[in-house]
């Protein structure tokens, strides 16, 4: 079963403006992580939280870890056209990864 | 150039055939799974290999039969058994990154099935 459930299914923003995604999972966890699928595409790894860490950058990406509500967010500033894409997290329990349904993210010119 | 290769990328078959869709990666990684995804849907695990001559069932398996004979090579069979092939599969491979149990994961394209 899929541990990771993401909210909103779908969102569509204008270009420079912050784009805000949420993860839900249910159980314990050694790490979180968020990927990005182009369309018809394999995913491509964006960043890793350890369960142990609350909050993480790597360029315009920032990552919450609530492990206390067993969710975790991930904002893009100023977002571009480029990143429109299906993001996933996934939930690492001893090197089993387990993928949300994903967000759909539009970014408009 | 380092990376997971699946091939065909498109693949069409009948029903009640038997089809073997490739993976190969040569960034020496211990860890090798296959997923399934569903249009709108998220992956879901259908076998994962740790090392070689082992693997394990994920969660949707049945139907499916998997061998891992050589450390890059994790093909998938689909077989007659298996209800609704007509899928996009994903092959990935991951080693332990940064601290001592992280593990990213490494994609390839994927390949399109559609059996009718």
């Known amino acids: 079963s899929q541990q990771g459930e993401e909210d909103p299914q779908a969102l569509s923003i204008q270009e420079g403006e912050n784009a805000t995604m949420n993860c839900s999972y249910k159980?314990?966890?050694?790490?979180l992580q968020w990927y990005r699928q182009n369309s018809g595409r394999g995913l491509v790894h964006l960043i890793l939280?350890?369960?142990?860490?609350r909050e993480k950058h790597s360029g315009r990406l920032r990552v919450t870890l609530d492990t206390s509500k067993k969710s975790s967010s991930l904002l893009i500033t100023a977002s571009r056209a480029a990143d429109t894409a299906s993001y996933f997290c996934?939930?690492?329990?001893?090197?089993?990864?387990?993928f949300g349904t994903g967000t759909s993210l539009t970014v408009i010119p | 150039d380092g990376g997971i290769t699946q091939s065909p990328k498109y693949l069409f078959r009948k029903e009640g055939q038997n089809v073997t869709l490739s993976c190969e990666q040569n960034l020496n990684h211990d860890a090798m799974y296959w997923y399934r995804q569903d249009p709108g849907q998220g992956l879901r695990l259908i076998y994962y290999?740790?090392?070689?001559?082992?693997?394990q069932k994920g969660d949707i398996a049945e139907g499916y039969s998997v061998s891992r004979e050589k450390k890059e090579s994790f093909p998938l069979t689909v077989t007659s058994a298996q209800k609704n092939p007509t899928a996009f599969y994903l092959c990935?491979?991951?080693?332990?990154?940064?601290?001592?149990?992280?593990?990213?994961?490494?994609f390839g394209p994927g390949t399109r099935l559609t059996v009718t």
């Open positions: 939280i350890r369960s142990n860490e």
């Open positions: 290999s740790q090392i070689v001559n082992d693997f």
């Open positions: 159980t314990s966890i050694n790490n």
């Open positions: 996934a939930t690492d329990a001893r090197n089993q990864f387990y």
């Open positions: 990935a491979s991951s080693i332990q990154s940064g601290v001592a149990g992280d593990y990213e994961q490494y």
